[in-house]
């Protein structure tokens, strides 16, 4: 059974992750543990432990559990009350962290519980915030707040050193392709590759790199960005033609979507420019990816999973050797 390790955090994980479960294939996804938003905020601050959030929407992206579970697991309390806007599998993995000591341990006993595919692991069991400056030379510390921040940010690194998860480094190691999900690049992608350990450890193993790429823009990160850009921005963190491959969306979006994610989100269409993705020496893997699901624009999980599982399978996908 082929391996892959798969970088992210989020939706854009979570959402590739339903499709790929579903495959003959041995998934490690690595989350980051930056995330600082209201319900993993509040666990980070008053229980001084790594972000929760993301890895337990990863975590259940991966779920073959009883839809009445994942709906109980995903319940967020209102607001009106003291717990306002935590989710139970937020509290469920703070407590395993409680019980366990630490969250690789606890997210191994979630797994158990709630019926994984595959393994969840944290790039780091250290609690930290990624900090980013912008080009009016400011600072802005945590995830959430870089999101919201409207300036430009020019450089991304963490508030402290932190050492990077043994298991992690033993999956890339033992991978047959690493993949880089869709998702926000400062705040799912990047952070992973901001940390020199991390790109020495990806440079020194060889495995071939996949980046899916995004659908839409994000405002403010990366506006006017074709999917050539997308790419040089990993690779300016990682090292020059890191990325091998490219899996783009080549199928205009309607244009009452498209005219909604421009006029309300500030989001457009992400273009496919071929061209200068092939003077990046780059392979390319188009098809129509998306799918409009209450007027929201997603991946198409199954489609993007088998273009994946087709690329392994065609035997000429390992460029080191």
């Known amino acids: 059974m082929k391996k892959i390790v798969i970088f992210g955090g989020g939706k ?14 041995d ?40 839809n009445d579970i994942l709906n109980l697991l995903n319940y967020r309390f209102n607001k ?6 935590h ?35 944290p790039i780091t069991e250290d609690n930290v915030d990624l900090i980013g400056k912008t080009e009016n030379n400011e600072f802005i510390v945590g995830e959430k707040e870089i999101t919201e921040n409207s300036s430009k940010i ?17 999956a890339v190691n033992e991978a047959d392709l690493i993949i880089f999900s869709p ?4 705040t799912s992608v990047l952070p992973h590759i901001i940390c020199k350990e991390m ?7 060889k495995k071939p790199i996949i980046y899916i790429s995004n659908l839409v823009t994000q405002p403010g990160e990366t506006d006017n960005f074709n999917v050539s850009d997308h790419v040089k921005m990993i690779n300016k963190y990682l090292w020059k033609n890191a990325v091998n491959v490219v899996i783009a969306n080549n199928t205009p979006i309607e244009k009452n979507i498209a005219l909604k994610y ?26 129509k990816l998306f799918l409009i699901e209450e007027n929201v624009i997603r991946h198409d999980s199954l489609k993007t999973a088998y273009l994946i599982f087709s690329y392994l399978m065609d035997g000429n996908y390992d460029i080191y050797n």
Do not use: C, H, W
């Open 12 to 25: 854009g994980l979570s959402q590739i992750l339903k499709g790929l479960k579903l495959f003959p294939l």
């Open 27 to 66: 998934i490690t996804a690595v989350v980051s543990v930056s995330d600082n938003g209201t319900s993993t905020g509040k666990l980070r601050e008053e229980m001084n432990i790594p972000a929760v959030g993301d890895i337990s929407k990863v975590l259940l992206s991966m779920s073959s559990t009883d």
């Open 80 to 85: 009106s009350t003291s717990m306002a806007q």
């Open 87 to 121: 989710s139970i599998k937020n509290l469920i993995l703070a407590a395993l962290i409680d019980i366990k000591g630490n969250l690789s341990d606890a997210v191994l006993t979630f797994s158990k519980l709630f019926n994984i595919k595959g393994k969840v692991l």
């Open 154 to 170: 020019v450089k991304l690194f963490y508030d402290k050193k932190f050492k990077i998860n043994k298991e992690v480094v033993k």
């Open 183 to 186: 998702g926000s690049l400062l």
């Open 199 to 205: 790109v020495k450890i990806l440079k020194q193993a």
């Open 262 to 287: 421009k006029t309300v989100e500030q989001k457009d269409p992400v273009f496919l420019d071929k061209k200068n993705l092939e003077k990046l020496n780059v392979k390319i893997i188009e098809d």
